[in-house]
Structure formats: structure tokens, C-alpha cells
């Protein structure tokens, strides 16, 4: 599976929209991109993935350059609940082999 | 609930001491893995099973034993802990054919003296 690389951290203003970045210079073609979070010690959860095409779904955006080289998560309205880790993650979609998260991006949503 | 449980979820154990981290999924879920979270490392791979009677090693198995003998169930033994292995631990899980969309559990934070 491809390497991803994030900023170890940002801070966003409450009600403002966050943008996340991914990068994923060495993503093949059959690499799905995913994003997880986890808030304080609590398991993981899963946010959101996609191929090609931008994908939105009730927690977020996703939108994946043409290249497929890099990807930014949106969360359109943070809030300080969504302050927490953030994880991007390519890997083979169907595969149930290894899955690795990183260190990923520690977001701080401040009031 | 479809839900991940993991027992315990805290433990003080001294070393050597043979324990088992119990977890079980309600979901029917084929793929089910382990990981350990550890400051600055983040999330690193234990054990993975792809199904019944299928396991295989992560990125960091040394030290660890798993077994897949129900397909709800898959255990995390560690049959002599070491101090190193003081961390929090993750079952996750998730359907065959959408093994990106896992589940996870709570948590256990173990503490190996």
C-alpha cells in the first residue's frame, strides 16, 4: 500500500470550515483513499473514502486531485467535538491484508 | 447494537504473567485485527485474521498470539508480557470486500509492571 503523508497538526476556528491534507504521491491505480479520526483515547472511526471522484457523506468531503497524487478531507462546519486525530489511509479496497494508520494530523478546533 | 467489545479495559499485570485481551464482534464481520497505540508511534498492526482459522502477522506480532476459532471472537494472548508491552490496545473489524471500513473497540490500556 501506498505511503501517505500529513501535517503533523493544524488548528481551525469554530464554525469555519477544516481542511485536511494527503498526501499520496505513490497511490496505484486500484488504491482507495480513507480517512479515519480518533477523538482522545477512543477507537478509531471511520470518516469517509473514495477512488477517483470527491465523495460527501454526513461527517465530511473528500476531495481527491485528478492526479490522485493528493487528497484533502473538508469538514465543512468544525466543531470543538471535532477535535481529534485524523488518519489517511491508501490501501487496496477488497484486500484484507495489512492496514497501516500513521501518526496522522492532530486537529484543534479552537471556540 | 452492531458493536466491537474488548475486555478488559484497563489491567495492571506484572511481568510474565500470561493474559488474554478478549474481543468480539456482533456484526458478522469476516476481517477482524489487532493494533497497539503508542505515544509518537501511532497505530501499529499486531495480528490480522481474513477468517475463520486465518491469521496472519502485522507490522509488530513479537511477543503477541491470536486465535480466529469463531468468527465472532478473536483473542490477544500474550503469554509472558513485558514491561514493553505496557499500551493501548485495539480490536477493530470489518466486513470482507470493505476491509477499509473497520470498526473498532474501546479500547484496553494495559500496564505490565
Known amino acids: 500500500d501506498a505511503k501517505t503523508t500529513q501535517p503533523p497538526s493544524m488548528d481551525c476556528a469554530e464554525g469555519r470550515a477544516a481542511n485536511l491534507p494527503c498526501n499520496h504521491s505513490?497511490?496505484?491505480?486500484?488504491?482507495?483513499v480513507y480517512w479515519y479520526r480518533q477523538i482522545h483515547s477512543q477507537g478509531p472511526q471511520y470518516i469517509i473514502h473514495g477512488l477517483k471522484n470527491n465523495e460527501t457523506n454526513e461527517m465530511a468531503s473528500l476531495i481527491i486531485t485528478e492526479d490522485r497524487k493528493s487528497s484533502t478531507l473538508i469538514l465543512p462546519h468544525a466543531t470543538l467535538r471535532d477535535t481529534a486525530v485524523y488518519y489517511c489511509i491508501v490501501r487496496v479496497r477488497d484486500t484484507g491484508n495489512q492496514f497501516y494508520f500513521g501518526t496522522g494530523t492532530s486537529l484543534t478546533v479552537i471556540p | 447494537e452492531a458493536q466491537v467489545t474488548q475486555n478488559p479495559r484497563y489491567l495492571i499485570t506484572v511481568t510474565g504473567k500470561k493474559l488474554t485481551v478478549t474481543c468480539s464482534q456482533n456484526m458478522n464481520h469476516e476481517y477482524m485485527s489487532w493494533y497497539r497505540q503508542d505515544p509518537g508511534l501511532g497505530l501499529r498492526q499486531i495480528y490480522y485474521?481474513?477468517?475463520?482459522?486465518?491469521?496472519d502477522k502485522g507490522d509488530v506480532p513479537e511477543g503477541y498470539k491470536v486465535s480466529r476459532k469463531e468468527k465472532r471472537n478473536f483473542p490477544l494472548i500474550l503469554e509472558s508480557p513485558s514491561p514493553n508491552q505496557t499500551s493501548l490496545y485495539f480490536c477493530a473489524s470489518s466486513l470482507w470486500g470493505r476491509a477499509g471500513e473497520l470498526f473498532f473497540g474501546e479500547g484496553s490500556r494495559l500496564t505490565v509492571l
Open positions: 485474521s481474513m477468517n475463520v482459522e486465518v491469521t
Open positions: 505513490t497511490i496505484s491505480g486500484n488504491e482507495y
